[in-house]
């Protein structure tokens, strides 16, 4: 049985803040990722002005990811769009660019570090891994992102009756994508779920979909469902017909959108989308990631594992109003009416939600 006094699950955005507030502050603490090499994850993209100023707080130069600026949104739905500024200048980052960037700080301020541990369950705060090896640390960080861990997975009501699946498929740099989304995103509203569309660092644009089981299985596959999507939606097709044949599309199922950790447990910090997760139209998940990891740094430097009941239940208060303004956006944009609703959306109103959508300051 190995001992640390602070383990950390998870080298993503949560865990890496977490390792990084850690690591400035002296305390001993040890970080484990499954992955061997850092890849780049489904979800996320969008780095909001509030996350730019976490990222900043992290010693992280929002130039260093992605030099260009998003000032502007489009939304979509049916023959019908909007389009307003962004309350400030965003960013957009492939996940492995940022990813790695946020974990090399973390090590470059003395974070150890051990890949390739799958973390198999939790009991208590002792961890056990697919290796036969077990943790006993003092303080558990929990930040395995979506992935559920046996001992600590989320409760299978938040999914709901007809769960929610992510996809993702890249679309490749060309010119006719710079000219159409430099500087600007996408959202495409459609029946029982959403597609966001975003130019990153790297030239590719990331198309992600969260959409209804109901709706993919009507449709076959996810294949035949985006095929469906830009018949149905002629702004979004002209994006699907640019789509590789033979590219992959990735998929993480069941996204418990809206479930929050309201109840908290001393010396466990659930963090990221182990602590709430937010609907992806909101783009706000990545803040949410960083914001909780720092935001538990913070009360473990001042009062250690016993902080971390009272931590748990004082962030799920952070998140009420952005998950739950962001679940109200989400239950009109999925819904069949948000084609006659789209024309009402003015501007300022956009430029509401996009603030209201934010996570606070502590």
Not at 134 to 141: H, K, M, Q, V
Not at 248 to 270: E, H, K, L, M
Request: aromatic share 4%.
């Amino acid at each position: 049985m190995r001992r640390t006094p602070a383990l950390i699950v998870g080298g993503g955005l949560a865990g890496a803040a977490t390792a990084i507030r850690l690591a400035r502050a002296g305390l001993p603490h040890l970080l484990v990722e499954r992955s061997r090499e850092t890849g780049d994850a489904i979800c996320g993209g969008f780095l909001s002005w509030r996350t730019l100023e976490t990222l900043a707080g992290l010693g992280i130069d929002p130039d260093a990811l992605n030099p260009a600026r998003v000032t502007r949104a489009r939304i979509y739905a049916g023959a019908r769009r909007a389009e307003a500024a962004l309350p400030h200048p965003a960013v957009s980052v492939t996940r492995r660019r940022l990813d790695t960037v946020l974990l090399a700080e973390a090590v470059r301020l003395g974070t150890p570090v051990e890949r390739g541990v799958t973390v198999r369950e939790i009991d208590g705060t002792t961890v056990r891994t697919a290796d036969g090896a077990t943790f006993a640390p003092d303080a558990l960080f929990l930040a395995s992102g979506k992935h559920d861990v046996r001992g600590m997975a989320r409760p299978e009501e938040a999914r709901g009756e007809d769960p929610t699946l992510g996809l993702r498929v890249r679309i490749a740099p060309s010119p006719a994508l710079r000219r159409s989304l430099d500087g600007g995103i996408e959202l495409h509203l459609f029946d029982r779920g959403y597609a966001g569309l975003a130019m990153q660092e790297d030239g590719t644009a990331n198309l992600c979909l969260a959409v209804h089981r109901s709706r993919l299985q009507a449709a076959g596959s996810p294949a035949q469902l985006l095929d469906a999507l830009g018949r149905e939606m002629p702004a979004l097709g002209e994006w699907v017909a640019l789509v590789d044949g033979t590219a992959t599309i990735d998929a993480i199922a069941n996204v418990p959108y809206g479930w929050r950790q309201r109840q908290g447990v001393d010396a466990i910090f659930r963090l990221g989308d182990q602590a709430g997760v937010i609907p992806s139209l909101a783009g706000e998940g990545m803040g949410i990631a960083l914001a909780s990891g720092v935001a538990a740094a913070i009360a473990y430097v001042r009062g250690g594992p016993d902080t971390a009941a009272h931590w748990q239940e004082d962030f799920a208060r952070r998140l009420a109003r952005p998950i739950g303004i962001a679940g109200i956006v989400r239950q009109v944009a999925e819904s069949t009416r948000s084609a006659w609703l789209l024309p009402l959306l003015r501007p300022a109103l956009i430029q509401v939600i996009a603030n209201a959508t934010r996570i606070g300051h502590t």
